[in-house]
């Protein structure tokens, strides 16, 4: 059975980061699922989602992983899917961050979540919670 996992990176942005990132996995023959990158006051960070297997080893992989955090000079972190995550939410005005999060959820494509909080909550998106039953989705109270 394969699992997939999820590596962070952030570092000062320059050429070459997302091609050694992906040449690293390619060498551990690792499918990448998904790949988001952007740049923001010269700072580069990326999230790129892959495939492993259940004898995938997380310390040979991260102690590997050095070599190019050391070589960017940058921070780089691996998470599960597989394990419970905790999140939170910081929503925007527009109703569409909330449709989002039920969708995933919905979907099954957020199994293993826990929030720990959602901020920001206005008169509108409360309807769209309760609509969707977000009260007993999260477990959360609207307070007024």
Do not use: Y
């Amino acid at each position: 059975m394969n699992f997939r996992a999820c590596i962070l990176f952030s570092c000062r942005d320059r050429p070459k980061i997302v091609a050694e990132i992906s040449e690293f996995l390619a060498r551990k023959n690792l499918n990448i699922f998904a790949l988001e990158q952007h740049s923001e006051n010269n700072f580069f960070f990326t999230r790129v989602e892959f495939e492993i297997s259940e004898n995938f080893d997380e310390k040979k992989f991260a102690a590997e992983n050095l070599k190019i955090e050391k070589k960017f000079a940058g921070k780089f972190s691996l998470h599960f899917f597989s394990k419970t995550q905790k999140c939170g939410f910081f929503l925007s005005r527009e109703p569409h961050a909330i449709l989002k999060i039920f969708s995933k959820i919905e979907t099954g494509e957020w199994k293993n979540l826990e929030i720990k909080f959602v901020k920001n909550f206005l008169t509108k998106k409360k309807k769209f919670a309760k609509i969707f039953f977000f009260e007993n989705i999260f477990k959360f109270n609207f307070k007024k």
